[in-house]
Nanobody
Framework: QVQLVESGGGLVQAGGSLRLSCAAS????????VGWYRQAPGARRELVVS???????YYMNSVQGRFTISRDSAKNTMYLQMNSLKPEDTAVYYC???????????WGQGTQVTVSS
């Protein structure tokens, strides 16, 4: 069973930065599609960024140039560096692992990011 533990959320002023971390129970980030989703109050959960095993990335339009996904296989940890944060980035952020073998999705517990104006 895959376990994902997130950290790094918090309250920041607009224009500030945060780095989210997602630690896994095993070496899974380099062999599956992994990414970060977010869910704002009253909204649907949406994909923010993802990275495939071959390194291809996807970024939603509103975060391109501001957010960066990375992974450290030695530490079994994935990161989301968020710069130039905006109030509309406020949401609960979830890390996700999508298994390319069985198609399962695994989720972290979520971490709150709040950007004040």
């Amino acid at each position: 069973q895959v376990q994902l533990v997130e950290s790094g959320g918090g309250l920041v002023q607009a224009g500030g930065s945060l780095r989210l971390s997602c630690a896994a129970s095993g070496n899974i980030f380099s062999i599956n599609v992994v990414g970060w989703y977010r869910q704002a109050p009253g909204a649907r959960r949406e994909l923010v960024v993802s990275i495939s095993p071959d390194g291809r990335t996807y970024y939603m339009n509103s975060v391109q140039g501001r957010f960066t996904i990375s992974r450290d296989s030695a530490k079994n940890t994935m990161y989301l560096q968020m710069n130039s944060l905006k109030p509309e980035d406020t949401a609960v952020y979830y890390c996700n692992v999508h298994s390319l073998v069985g198609g399962e999705d695994y989720w972290g517990q979520g971490t709150q990011v709040t950007v004040s104006s």
